[in-house]
């Protein structure tokens, strides 16, 4: 097993301490097992995974219900391919519709249909009360407070600033 050592010469890896590996596995296991506890409520009460959702979510945010394909990646954070699955599954289901862009002739919007936003209001409850259950009730507000600095501190951390940086939902 790797070891972590205070005095790894400099071209060795900086390991993580036993305590920091402990940390990491809790944070991974939880990250694993919230996103599968939300898939199975998803799929159980709409038969849709938890990105189908969050796409659902993210267009019903916008103007007009309606998002550039390259927008919603970008909010989504998931690659432009992984995205056009997501919405040809969705469009099959009358939850979603592509049209051209009036601005670009290359490109397309991602449109909520009225159906989808029904979908999105019926099980927005019980997504709500699945979410709740899995993280909030289990935490002290000042826990939650603290979760939530922590992870605004990460998300900062490593969305890159520069421009033209390579992204997967940029590809």
């Known amino acids: 097993m790797l070891e972590y050592t ?3 010469p400099a071209d060795e890896p900086h390991w993580l301490t036993d305590e920091e590996q402990r940390i990491w596995r809790a ?9 599968d506890h939300l898939d199975r409520q998803l799929q159980r009460d709409a038969g ?11 267009l019903a945010e916008a103007p007009r219900r309606r998002l550039r394909m390259t927008e919603l990646a970008r909010r989504a954070k998931i690659t432009r391919s992984r995205l056009s699955h997501a919405v040809a599954r969705l469009e099959k289901n009358g939850w979603v519709r592509r049209e051209d862009c009036p601005s670009d002739k290359r490109g397309q919007l991602a449109v909520l249909t ?5 979908v999105l209001v019926r099980t927005a409850p019980g997504h709500v009360a699945a979410v709740r259950q899995a993280l909030f009730d289990r935490l002290t507000l000042e826990q939650q407070q603290s979760l939530g600095q922590m992870m605004s501190i990460i998300a900062e951390g490593l969305q890159p600033k520069e421009v033209g940086a390579d992204l997967p939902w940029l590809r």
Do not use: F, S
Not at 114 to 118: I, R, V
């Open 6 to 8: 205070e005095t790894a």
């Open 27 to 35: 944070y991974m296991q939880a990250v694993t097992l919230l996103e």
């Open 48 to 58: 849709m995974p938890h990105v189908y959702y969050g796409l659902l979510v993210k």
């Open 114 to 118: 009225e159906e989808g936003y029904e």
